[in-house]
């Protein structure tokens, strides 16, 4: 954890597809014969069904309820989905899970899922700046990637209330450029939009990390922020190590949509970050504790690791949510283990 938390303060240093649900009055009560999980745009696409109903499975076997699932295209509906009772369970990142937390206490981690060392010291995914394979030397200060030429470019962010698409990647921009003469009260409304006296040229919005990329490969954006795990079912490694600098990915021939009209298209990583393991979240004033007890249970259990869908070995064709790596598997956590990512805030 202390290793985390270093990584996370350095930076410092350096939001069924529905709407209006933040206004419905129909909150899923204690007395209720179904379980509902909401999920971001990143999981919510037909690519993704098969692995959200393998959750689904789960939970119903340990409360013998029924679970549906609600699918968004806002991290914010998602966020208000949860914290106002109308779905009981969703898997936020960091940042959406503390956004949920202050705005309703009784929203509170569930899981997170380990580094492969079955432990939190090296629960991390990670948060990368990419730009198009060929434009890489602009952003080169000597041998070494460097994040100094981005400003007044095209950035892609995927959601304000993303962890790695962009409380991240802003922090990371802000520490670095406050140095700077010129941007030394730079601030993260500078990031927020775009125009010849802002700080970038353009600013966009992927609405997911799916969006966020295809936006870098489509031309619309110079660079770009996504993160590693929500891309990792339609891309593939072909030079250099995998979250590296310097790493270069390509866009499968068969990768699903929104990446199916792109197949070919490479990129180049820029910057890398790791980032705390977005957790699954409850709201524990709807949720009741029988139900909680008999989830986290569940998911801590040693059967999930080995749930081929869930934790999907190398090699498998199943597209999941996680990989299976070494000791892999889920952990509860507290409400504290977050702290590292409020950090980022102040």
């Known amino acids: 954890m202390k290793k985390i938390f270093s990584l996370l303060v350095a930076i410092t240093l350096l939001t069924t597809i529905f709407t209006g649900c933040s206004s419905s009055t129909e909150k899923a009560g204690k007395d209720y014969d179904t379980i509902t999980m909401v999920w971001y745009p990143n999981e919510s696409g037909d690519d993704l069904k098969s692995a959200r109903d393998e959750f689904a499975?789960?939970?119903?076997?340990?409360?013998?309820?029924?679970v549906e699932h609600k699918l968004t295209t806002d991290y914010a509906i998602t966020i208000e989905t949860l914290v106002n009772g109308n779905a009981h369970i969703s898997w936020l990142g960091a940042q959406g899970y503390i956004e949920a937390h202050n705005k309703n206490d009784k929203v509170l981690p569930v899981v997170v899922n380990s580094g492969k060392s079955g432990t939190l010291e090296d629960?991390?995914?990670?948060?990368?700046?990419?730009?198009?394979?060929?434009?890489?030397?602009?952003?080169?200060?000597?041998?070494?990637?460097?994040i100094d030429n981005i400003q007044g470019k095209k950035?892609?962010?995927?959601?304000?209330?993303?962890?790695?698409?962009?409380?991240?990647?802003?922090?990371?921009?802000?520490?670095?450029?406050?140095?700077?003469?010129?941007?030394?009260n730079i601030s993260k409304e500078d990031l927020l939009e775009g125009g010849d006296d802002k700080f970038f040229k353009e600013v966009l919005f992927g609405g997911s990390h799916q969006g966020s990329a295809v936006n870098l490969l489509t031309g619309k954006a110079d660079i770009a922020a996504f993160c590693d795990s929500c891309v990792a079912n339609y891309v593939e490694l072909i030079d250099?190590?995998?979250?590296?600098?310097?790493?270069?990915?390509?866009?499968?021939?068969?990768?699903?949509?929104?990446?199916?009209?792109?197949p070919g298209e490479e990129f180049t990583l820029i910057s890398v970050t790791p980032v705390l393991n977005a957790p699954f979240a409850m709201n524990s004033e709807v949720l009741s504790v029988e139900d909680q007890k008999a989830i986290i249970e569940a998911l801590t259990s040693d059967k999930v690791p080995?749930?081929?869908?869930?934790?999907?070995?190398?090699?498998?064709?199943?597209?999941?949510?996680?990989?299976?790596?070494g000791d892999s598997r889920f952990l509860k956590v507290e409400d504290s283990w977050f702290d590292p990512v409020r950090e980022l805030s102040k």
Do not use: C
Request: charged share 25%; no cysteine.
């Open 155 to 184: 950035f892609s962010f995927v959601s304000n209330s993303s962890t790695s698409g962009f409380k991240v990647p802003s922090a990371g921009i802000i520490s670095y450029f406050s140095k700077k003469s010129n941007w030394k």
């Open 240 to 262: 250099g190590t995998a979250n590296r600098p310097g790493a270069v990915y390509k866009v499968k021939d068969n990768a699903a949509e929104p990446f199916n009209t792109i």
């Open 123 to 146: 629960a991390v995914y990670y948060s990368w700046l990419s730009v198009q394979k060929g434009n890489e030397d602009q952003y080169k200060l000597g041998d070494e990637f460097s």
């Open 306 to 325: 080995n749930n081929e869908k869930i934790f999907v070995p190398e090699g498998s064709n199943f597209k999941g949510l996680f990989d299976k790596d």
């Open 57 to 66: 499975k789960v939970i119903e076997e340990a409360t013998g309820k029924k």
